[in-house]
């Protein structure tokens, strides 16, 4: 798993889990479509906020809620 420094633009990864399943904010991000096995895109970073590409959606999520998610680089 890297780090947040790493992600830049145009990275892609692959969601491997979450930190803690049973918090409601993790459920929160499953329900916008942040599930184990998805394909994400970086398409931008703006300091602690990254706008990430999801299938055809877009999501925007800050630093503290993308540490959440264990990845792996695509």
């Known amino acids: ?3 947040l420094k790493e ?3 145009g990275t892609e990864f ?6 803690n399943e049973e918090d409601p904010i ?3 991000l499953k329900s916008m479509g942040l599930r184990k096995g998805k394909r994400v895109k ?3 970073k703006n300091g602690r ?3 990430l590409k ?3 959606s877009r999501i ?4 503290n809620l993308l540490s959440r998610i264990k990845r792996e680089t695509a």
């Open 1 to 3: 798993m890297e780090s």
């Open 26 to 28: 993790v459920s929160k």
């Open 42 to 44: 970086v398409l931008m």
């Open 54 to 56: 999801l299938d055809n």
């Open 14 to 19: 692959v969601v491997l889990g979450f930190d």
């Open 7 to 9: 992600l830049k633009e």
């Open 60 to 63: 925007v999520l800050d630093r």
């Open 49 to 51: 906020v990254y706008l």
